[in-house]
Structures are given as structure tokens and as C-alpha cells.
């Protein structure tokens, strides 16, 4: 039980299109998703959390309008890296948390976005 | 200082080692604790929880200290396959999840 998968695995574009990641709960219900970068030999780095049916709540430092969270159902969770450039190539890597109140979260396999 | 600090690293042991990391928190109201594994350009996956009475699996046992703010996980007969990058995770009590920036272990042969 507990599967997130990740789509798409890995994405290669060029600068100034946008990207669109979708994470989904394969056999639960994920009242909150989060997303994460992570840099080579760095940490995870939580870029927001978001909530199925209402606004996501962005770390500081992360812009809102550069990457558009939606989680319009209890299953799926996207996030759109607009206008990408260089510097937004990364491990982008979601997870998920059920309604049980249990706080465990469950890891997307990643995508990794290489913007030429 | 952070909210999470977990020792640096790298270890690097032999095969059959017995190896512990440590992992302090300074939210004294945090109220779950877990210890994740991530593998090399890959994903982090659960790996246990911790509580206070201790929590064994296997080769891993995972404690946690209220007291003096700080989990810890020991595994022993370290297994080549031991080789990851191990996080902890401290959740709030408003469920904020906030992760370490993670130990490297190394087990050579």
C-alpha cells in the first residue's frame, strides 16, 4: 500500500516552455501533497504544500507564480514549472500524506527537469 | 541554528559494523518522528518510525529522547546494501514534517 507515482520520470526542455509534473496516490487518499527540489549532493529542499481543494502554501523564497501548484482532487497533485530556465533543472520529487492523521509521508519516484 | 541537525558524516564502516546516527530537534512539542532512506538519485522511502519505548526492525533499531531532544537510529551487521544517504523527519504539532539534511553511510567490503 502507500504507492505515489510520478509522471513524468524525466523531461528534458528548453528554456522559456513550461512543464507539467503530476503526482498521484495510487491506492490512498492524500489529503496534503508536498513538493520538493532537491540539487545534486543537497538536501531536500520542501518548495509547498498543498491541500486537495484549496490554495498551496509556498515556502519562503519559492514563487508562486513560477511554479503553479494544483491539487484538485484527493489522488492528483500537479505542479507546472512555467517559463523554465537553466537554473530550474532539478530533482523535483513529491509526496503525500492519507487522512488517517498518521504522519508519514510517501515519496513520488522523482522527476528529473533538465532545461536546455 | 536549525530546527533539525543531524551528525554530518560521511561513515564509512566495514561490513558488519554496527553504526549509529543521531538527530536533534528543537521544537520540544514535536510530536512524530521518522527515519527515511534515500538511495543515490532516488527517491527517500520510509524506512521506521521512532518512538519513545524504542522501535526495532530487524538489524535497525530506532530510539527516540524527549528529554534531551534528539532520535537516534543504530544498525548493526551493516550490509553493503546498507549504503544511502538516511534522513530524519520531525513532524510538528501543527504536521509540519520539517527533514534533516541527511548522513551518508558508506559500507565497504
Known amino acids: 500500500g502507500a504507492v505515489v507515482s510520478q509522471h513524468p520520470s524525466w523531461v528534458i526542455c528548453k528554456s522559456g516552455t513550461s512543464v507539467k509534473i503530476e503526482c498521484r496516490s495510487l491506492?490512498?487518499?492524500?489529503?496534503?501533497m508536498f513538493w520538493y527540489r532537491q540539487f545534486p549532493k543537497q538536501s531536500l529542499m520542501l518548495m509547498a504544500t498543498s491541500n486537495e481543494g484549496s490554495k498551496a502554501t509556498y515556502e519562503q523564497g519559492v514563487e508562486k507564480d513560477k511554479f503553479l501548484i494544483n491539487h484538485a482532487s484527493l489522488t492528483l497533485s500537479t505542479l507546472t514549472v512555467t517559463s523554465a530556465h537553466p537554473e530550474d533543472s532539478s530533482f523535483y520529487i513529491c509526496s503525500a500524506r492519507d487522512q488517517s492523521g498518521v504522519y508519514e509521508q510517501y515519496f513520488g519516484p522523482g522527476t528529473r527537469l533538465t532545461v536546455t | 541554528r536549525k530546527e533539525v541537525e543531524q551528525d554530518p558524516g560521511p561513515f564509512n564502516v566495514p561490513e558488519g559494523a554496527t553504526v549509529a546516527f543521531n538527530c536533534t530537534y528543537s521544537?520540544?512539542?514535536?510530536?512524530?518522528f521518522f527515519w527515511y532512506r534515500q538511495d543515490c538519485r532516488k527517491e527517500p522511502k520510509l524506512l521506521m518510525s521512532v518512538y519513545s519505548s524504542g522501535n526495532e526492525d530487524g538489524r535497525f533499531t530506532a530510539q527516540l529522547n524527549r528529554a534531551s531532544q534528539y532520535i537516534s537510529l543504530l544498525i548493526r551487521d551493516s550490509k553493503l546494501s546498507d549504503s544511502a544517504t538516511y534522513l530524519c523527519v520531525v513532524v510538528s504539532g501543527a504536521g509540519k514534517s520539517t527533514f534533516g539534511d541527511g548522513t551518508t553511510l558508506t559500507v565497504k567490503p
Open positions: 521544537n520540544s512539542a514535536s510530536q512524530s
Open positions: 491506492d490512498f487518499q492524500a489529503t496534503t
